[in-house]
């Protein structure tokens, strides 16, 4: 079986670009998971999606993150207007079962430089 | 709110040394634990999970007991290797909410 695909691997994006980010889960699993990876602050949850529901969107992420699912095996995470402090790993996450029984199965990440 | 603690940052050992990286929770109830492993240039991969008191999860020579009394799930394995080198991070997940809470990581360099 497949496992968590996310395109690009790395991003260099100038201050205020757009930038869309892929993932697309492994087959079956009905929830999805955003999240930021940084030395600082660990894994932060960006978004998460339950059978292609956004439960939640990103708390203090949401004014310039957005994540959709536009089916139930592709995913997109929009950051608009990027900026410097958005650099990180970006890794989306799918699992199996609803709630936090189930463990996660974690794509490569993408790496997001923002200049 | 539930969290996870993992006491160490860093970890430097030898091969066939013992290892020992600790987690402590703190959860109402009888959360999932979880341990996960993260090499350079990865995800973080699931390595097993235990969900009620005294039960051992383990996978590739690696184990923890999940251990309500003194609410920990450390992580042990008896001779590591080189190719063990990586993050590993504990996880905690409440059975009533779908939010995995992870630990900071704890950085292991295996020496030849």
């Known amino acids: 079986d497949a496992g968590v695909t996310q395109t690009p691997r790395h991003e260099v994006a100038e201050k205020g670009q757009t930038i869309i980010l892929k993932c697309e889960p492994v087959s079956g699993h009905n929830d999805l998971f955003w999240y930021r990876q940084t030395k600082i602050q660990g894994l932060e949850l960006l978004s998460y999606f339950r059978s292609k529901s956004l439960m939640e969107d990103g708390g203090a992420f949401k004014d310039r993150f957005k994540a959709e699912m536009l089916n139930s095996s592709f995913s997109t995470l929009k950051i608009q207007p990027t900026e410097p402090k958005d650099s990180a790993v970006y890794l989306c996450?799918?699992?199996f079962g609803t709630g936090g029984f189930y463990e996660q199965y974690f794509g490569p990440g993408t790496r997001l430089t923002v200049l | 709110g539930d969290s996870v603690t993992q006491t160490e940052g860093q970890v430097a050992l030898s091969e066939e040394d013992f290892l020992t990286i600790h987690c402590n929770y703190s959860a109402s109830g009888y959360p999932a634990l979880f341990w996960y492993v993260q090499y350079p240039g990865e995800g973080p991969q699931f390595l097993f999970r235990?969900?009620?008191?005294?039960e051992k999860g383990s996978s590739r020579g690696f184990e923890a007991t999940y251990d309500k009394g003194t609410t920990s799930f450390h992580l042990r394995k008896a001779s590591v290797q080189e190719s063990d080198s990586a993050v590993y991070y504990c996880?905690?997940?409440?059975?009533?909410?779908?939010?995995?809470?992870f630990g900071k990581g704890t950085h292991l360099h295996v020496l030849p």
């Open positions: 996880a905690l997940g409440a059975t009533n909410a779908y939010k995995v809470i």
């Open positions: 235990a969900s009620r008191d005294k």
């Open positions: 996450a799918s699992s």
